[in-house]
C-alpha cells in the first residue's frame, strides 16, 4: 500500500513539474515527462515525448529538441557566449554571439553533458554522461569526452527496424 501511494505522490510530482516546464517553452508537440529540475527558456521547441530528468537551458538562441528526446541528470545546454573578440571592452562587453542548437529524434543524453551553442546531433546519437560537446554529431553516434568524439556507431539497420515498429521509450 505504502509503495502505492509513493508511485502516486511521484506521480503527481512529475506531471506538476511538466506542467511548470510546458510553460517555460516557446513550442511543444504534446505530453512531457520531467524527473528532475528542469529549466528550459522560451526559444526551446519540443518534438513529442521529450524526457527530462534534469536540464538546463541558458542563452538567448535556439534549442529545437525532436521527438523522443531523454536526457540525464543535470544537464546543460549553452546558446550564447560574451563577445570577447571584438567587443569595446574587456575581458567582454554587453553583447552577445548567439548559436542555436538542433537535437534530432531519438537521442539520448547521460548525466552532466555539456552542449555548447551552434551544435547539431543527428537522429539516434548517444552523448556519454560527462561529455563537453563543443562540435556536431552525426546521426546514429555515440560520442564521449572532453571534447566529445563519436567512438561508435549504432546498429542503424536495428534502429530503422524499432523505428517503423514505433518502439519508443
Known amino acids: 500500500m505504502l509503495g502505492r501511494i509513493k508511485r502516486w505522490i511521484i506521480s503527481i510530482r512529475n506531471n506538476a513539474r511538466g506542467f511548470l516546464v510546458l ?3 516557446g513550442s511543444h508537440k504534446g505530453e512531457i515527462y520531467v524527473g528532475g ?3 528550459l527558456s522560451k526559444q526551446t521547441h519540443l518534438g513529442r515525448n521529450p524526457n527530462f530528468n534534469g536540464m538546463t537551458i541558458n542563452g538567448i538562441g535556439k ?8 536526457s540525464g541528470t543535470d544537464c546543460l545546454i549553452i546558446t550564447s557566449y560574451h563577445n570577447y573578440d571584438y567587443g569595446k571592452k574587456i575581458p567582454y562587453d554587453d553583447t552577445y554571439l548567439i548559436k542555436d542548437v538542433f537535437i534530432g529524434d531519438n537521442v539520448w543524453f547521460g548525466d552532466k553533458v555539456l552542449i555548447l551553442g551552434g551544435i547539431e546531433i543527428g537522429e539516434g546519437a548517444i552523448v ?3 561529455a563537453v560537446v563543443s562540435k556536431s554529431i552525426p546521426a546514429g553516434g555515440i560520442a564521449g569526452g572532453n571534447p566529445a568524439q563519436v567512438f561508435k556507431y549504432r546498429n542503424m539497420d536495428h534502429y530503422y527496424d524499432l523505428k517503423e515498429k514505433e518502439q519508443f521509450h
Not at 534549442?63 to 531523454?70: K, Y
Open 23 to 25: 510553460k517555460q517553452v
Open 37 to 39: 529540475r528542469t529549466r
Open 128 to 130: 556519454q554522461a560527462g
Open 63 to 70: 534549442v529545437l529538441i525532436g521527438d523522443n528526446f531523454h
